[in-house]
């Protein structure tokens, strides 16, 4: 999640509001004792809630490297050129080396694990979530300066590829579509 200069002022009054009036009464109408001892009891709840938090999101991060791990231990490591060259023509091995380099940095190990045009995105080897595949469509078409608005059957079917080559063919789609000087 990213926050941007319309979060702030939301986020100062919700501090603010829920936390700092609070805390400042508390401090301001509590005994010292009554303030240490509480302040112990928030920290102790604090430790718990945490390692109650981190334990699965641990796990998990773990279990996915295990699963690339082992998935590149299976398929092997795939080259960008190698990803490039399952397709045919020019645009389209251009829009192959974007999408190869956005879905390598949604990799949990950074690594990319052998795909064929025909793999699904959202299950082996890649088992990527759908809506993070579309934020990261979004950052690739703001990167290469893609306006997706102007062809809404395009846009549809770039945000709901399903394997590489629809992936890509929609992207070369857009890239075909710029002028020859905003190419990247």
């Excluded at 020019?90 to 793999?119: I, V």
């Amino acid at each position: 999640m990213q926050l941007d200069r319309n979060d702030v002022f939301p986020l100062s009054v919700l501090f603010l509001v829920g936390i700092g009036i609070p805390f400042g009464l508390w401090f301001g109408f509590g005994t010292h004792q009554q303030i240490a001892r509480d302040m112990f009891s928030v920290a102790e709840d604090f430790t718990v809630v945490s390692v109650c938090l981190a334990v699965p999101i641990a796990w998990f991060a773990l279990r996915s490297r295990w699963r690339e791990k082992r998935l590149l231990a299976e398929r092997g490591e795939q080259a960008p050129a190698d990803f490039t060259a399952q397709f045919a023509t020019e645009s389209k091995q251009h829009a192959a080396r974007f999408a190869f380099e956005m879905l390598r940095r949604m990799t949990a190990t950074g690594r990319m694990p052998r795909l064929d045009r025909e793999d699904r995105l959202s299950g082996p080897p890649l088992f990527l979530v759908p809506d993070d595949l579309a934020e990261e469509i979004e950052q690739l078409c703001q990167q290469l300066e893609i306006c997706t608005a102007l062809d809404p059957d395009t846009e549809s079917a770039l945000y709901e590829s399903r394997t590489p080559a629809q992936l890509v063919s929609a992207l070369a789609h857009f890239i075909e579509q710029q002028p020859a000087g905003a190419r990247h």
